[in-house]
């Protein structure tokens, strides 16, 4: 059974941190290209970030310079550091693994920027 697993959202002020975690499982994670989308009230889902099976990275115009994706395909996770964070930033963060027309979604991890 195929599982994405978010963690790591909470409510944090402008200007901090967080760092969100994608926990993977039932299917094979190197295999996979993994990235994070992010959905707040009222707006489509947007792309954030992605990362390839070799390692490439790319973001969205809005993140650069501020988030970082990275995998660990020995522990099936996908990261996301995020730092000066923004109101603007406020969304439920969700995972998504993708493999040619094949994805998976995980059920995602609200992240509040908020003072």
């Known amino acids: 059974q195929v599982q994405l697993v978010e963690s790591g959202g909470g409510l944090v002020q402008p200007g901090g941190s967080l760092r969100l975690s994608c926990a993977a499982s039932?299917?094979?994670?190197?295999?996979?290209?993994m990235s994070w989308y992010r959905q707040a009230p009222g707006k489509e889902r947007e792309f954030v970030a992605t990362?390839?099976?070799?390692?490439?990275?790319d973001y969205a115009d809005s993140v650069k310079g501020r988030f970082t994706i990275s995998r660990d395909n020995a522990k099936n996770t996908v990261n996301l550091q995020m730092n000066s964070l923004k109101p603007e930033d406020t969304a439920v963060y969700f995972c998504?693994?993708?493999?040619?027309?094949?994805?998976?979604w995980g059920q995602g991890t609200q992240v509040t920027v908020s003072s």
């Open positions: 998504k693994a993708r493999r040619f027309a094949g994805y998976y």
């Open positions: 039932g299917f094979t994670f190197s295999s996979y290209d």
């Open positions: 990362i390839n099976r070799s390692g490439s990275t």
